[in-house]
């Protein structure tokens, strides 16, 4: 982003493919609608094979909430998206680093523009694809994003608002309701194997984060490559041990 001289600049993921003509439609709205970001649709492509929870995990990384084009009170994260930085008050750094590795480092980003009284937009023809790997598809991999989505609300007021204390209280009180709401919606569910009891699990999970929300997750970036060379190591260690004791 330092590198970054024009004020136009557009956001794929990762493990998000687009079209030919995405960029090109993200452009043709935000001309139609003048807006600090406009966003577009996430469709899921599931690894081939994956059977359980389906519904949920095509949800899960999905962002389709079957809006039409135009502005919008919403915002969502960086994945498909157009940021008109000249509409975003304040200057550099734009996302917050700290949170690099559990998520919502634009937070801060949609948070400045919403104060200001920026505004939104909608691109409902420019989605774009998510390919999630296979390691993501599971509910160890979610509920931890669930449980840090949770905790979004109050890590923004803790940085932004003057009423932190009342706000963290408020939504710790929210959360304890989802999370027991929820929690037994699930529990019900499970008892006759119900194929939407993942949903229930998901929110009554995202309500925990707000009670725990000191707790602090971390699975992108350096935690997840981290992650990654201590599987990778331990599995080696066994061979490493044979190959020592054959020698």
Same mark, same amino acid.
């Given at each position: 982003? =330092?590198?970054?001289?024009?004020?136009?600049? %557009? &956001?794929?993921?990762? #493990?998000?493919?687009?079209?030919?003509?995405?960029? /090109? @439609?993200?452009?043709?709205?935000?001309?139609?609608?003048?807006?600090?970001?406009?966003?577009?649709?996430?469709?899921?492509?599931?690894?081939?094979?994956? =059977?359980?929870?389906?519904?949920?995990?095509? %949800? &899960?990384?999905?962002? #389709?909430?079957?809006?039409?084009?135009?502005?919008? /009170? @919403?915002?969502?994260?960086?994945?498909?998206?157009?940021?008109?930085?000249?509409?975003?008050?304040?200057?550099?750094?734009?996302?917050?680093?700290?949170?690099?590795?559990?998520?919502?480092?634009?937070?801060?980003?949609?948070?400045?523009?919403?104060?200001?009284?920026?505004?939104?937009?909608?691109?409902?023809?420019?989605?774009?694809?998510?390919?999630?790997?296979?390691?993501?598809?599971?509910?160890?991999?979610?509920?931890?994003?669930?449980?840090?989505?949770?905790?979004?609300?109050?890590?923004?007021?803790?940085?932004?608002?003057?009423?932190?204390?009342?706000?963290?209280?408020?939504?710790?009180?929210?959360?304890?309701?989802?999370?027991?709401?929820?929690?037994?919606?699930?529990?019900?569910?499970?008892?006759?194997?119900?194929?939407?009891?993942?949903?229930?699990?998901?929110?009554?999970?995202?309500?925990?984060?707000?009670?725990?929300?000191?707790?602090?997750?971390?699975?992108?970036?350096?935690?997840?490559?981290?992650?990654?060379?201590?599987?990778?190591?331990?599995?080696?260690?066994?061979?490493?041990?044979?190959?020592?004791?054959?020698?």
């Amino acid at each position: 982003m =330092r590198a970054v001289k024009t004020d136009l600049v %557009a &956001f794929l993921d990762d #493990d998000q493919s687009a079209p030919k003509i995405w960029l /090109e @439609t993200l452009l043709q709205y935000y001309r139609d609608y003048p807006a600090a970001v406009t966003f577009g649709p996430v469709r899921t492509t599931l690894p081939t094979g994956q =059977r359980r929870h389906q519904r949920y995990f095509e %949800a &899960f990384f999905s962002r #389709d909430p079957d809006l039409e084009n135009g502005y919008i /009170e @919403t915002s969502f994260g960086c994945g498909n998206a157009l940021v008109d930085f000249s509409k975003v008050p304040g200057h550099a750094p734009w996302f917050d680093a700290s949170m690099n590795e559990s998520g919502g480092e634009d937070d801060v980003l949609f948070a400045r523009i919403r104060d200001a009284f920026g505004r939104f937009a909608w691109a409902a023809d420019a989605p774009v694809w998510e390919h999630p790997p296979i390691a993501r598809v599971s509910l160890n991999y979610t509920l931890k994003r669930a449980f840090s989505y949770g905790q979004a609300p109050i890590t923004l007021a803790r940085r932004t608002s003057n009423h932190a204390v009342f706000l963290i209280l408020l939504w710790m009180l929210i959360g304890a309701g989802k999370t027991l709401w929820h929690g037994s919606i699930w529990l019900l569910l499970s008892l006759v194997r119900h194929p939407q009891r993942a949903f229930q699990l998901d929110k009554a999970v995202r309500g925990l984060g707000k009670i725990l929300w000191w707790v602090d997750l971390r699975f992108y970036g350096a935690a997840m490559l981290k992650n990654k060379a201590t599987s990778s190591a331990s599995q080696a260690a066994p061979v490493l041990s044979s190959r020592t004791e054959q020698a």
